[in-house]
């Protein structure tokens, strides 16, 4: 059973630091890209940032120089490292898992196979 796990959301003030988790499990990160998108109440969900298999990484421009994404195979498991966090990426973070075809269209969530259940960032000011 394919299965994604998102943690380590919560209520963080502005400047401040968070990392998230998604723990995968029923498959091997070795073989998935893997994302983070985001949804704010009321808007699209959008791309975050992702990380292949190979270890190619794409970022959102209005994360980069912010947030890092970076995996440990040993556990399975994705990060997503965010400093200098703002207001305005108070939103539910979803990891996804699939098989692109094309990487560079990672941005659109069809693209996608496996969600996860999503963890609240709150980003206060």
């Known amino acids: 059973e394919v299965q994604l796990v998102e943690s380590g959301g919560g209520l963080v003030r502005a400047g401040g630091s968070l990392t998230l988790s998604c723990a995968a499990s029923g498959f091997s990160i070795d073989d998935y890209t893997i994302g983070w998108f985001r949804q704010a109440p009321g808007k699209e969900r959008e791309g975050v940032s992702c990380i292949s298999n190979v270890g190619t990484t794409y970022y959102a421009d209005s994360v980069k120089g912010r947030f890092t994404i970076s995996s440990d195979k040993s556990k399975n498991t994705v990060y997503l490292h965010m400093n200098s966090l703002k207001p305005e990426d108070t939103a539910v973070y979803y990891c996804?898992?699939?098989?692109?075809?094309?990487?560079?269209?990672?941005?659109?969530?069809?693209?996608?196979?496996?969600w996860g259940q999503g963890t609240q960032v709150t980003v206060s000011s």
């Open positions: 996804a898992a699939g098989n692109l075809l094309l990487l560079r269209q990672w941005v659109f969530p069809q693209e996608w196979d496996y």
